[in-house]
């Protein structure tokens, strides 16, 4: 990934064994000038007072195993410097803009309850903050899409029939019979009215 910016890091302490315990705890002020994505471990330096035995750095804002930093070695005969350019992607970046952040120095020892190292103890950190690329489509995926969306306005059949031609010409509408007349009535038939009318008027024959 492309680097936007870098800035390192010296921390130091001096590590005071004590409590009969085996981890200690520090913190100490990043004062970084950038949200950080990952974090590149360059130098772990350690000067023994008294304490052997071998050690581990910790933070809580590293993806690490154990959020182990680093390891150094406590030994009567040498100091130990390392540079084991060891990069971590980190948890939880917005916690180390404000404030101190937390260290831990536990004992690996499981057989042993010795006191912690008892020295003093100097890391140098590289942060760097990675430019990430906004994640684009790939061809195939594209060409997807666009199949997708081309088909997305074509008519869909409910049923699984074909669908209905409206277009053929619609079957000739049946023909109602027409009612029947009732046959006309013959003059004279069943008429008293035809028959008063044939009567000649009794004023006419005066």
């Known amino acids: ?71 150094f ?17 980190i948890s939880n970046p917005g916690s180390l803009i404000n404030g101190d952040t937390k260290f831990s120095i536990k004992k690996l020892t499981d057989a042993e309850i010795d006191p912690t190292a008892d020295g003093a103890l100097g890391l140098t950190l590289e942060f760097i903050q990675e430019d990430y690329p906004e994640p684009s489509p790939l061809v195939n995926e594209m060409k997807q899409l666009i199949n997708v969306l081309s088909n997305v306005n074509k008519p869909r059949d409910v049923y699984p029939f074909d669908n209905i031609d409206r277009t053929q010409s619609q079957p000739a509408p049946i023909e109602q019979p027409k009612p029947v007349n009732e046959p006309e009535e013959m003059e004279g038939e069943g008429d008293d009215t035809s028959q008063d009318k044939k009567k000649k008027n009794p004023l006419m024959e005066m």
Request: overall charge positive; charged content about 15%; some cysteine.
């Open 1 to 71: 990934m492309p680097i936007k910016q870098r800035q390192v890091v010296v921390v130091h302490r001096q590590l005071a064994a004590g409590g009969g315990g085996i981890e200690e705890e520090f913190s100490f002020n990043l004062g970084l000038d950038f949200v950080p994505t990952s974090v590149i471990v360059r130098t772990i330096a350690y000067r023994l007072n008294s304490a052997t035995g071998l050690h581990a750095i910790r933070t809580s804002w590293i993806k690490s195993k154990d959020n182990n930093l680093g390891l």
């Open 73 to 89: 070695i406590c030994s009567a005969n040498n100091d130990f410097v390392s540079n084991p350019n060891t990069t971590f992607k």
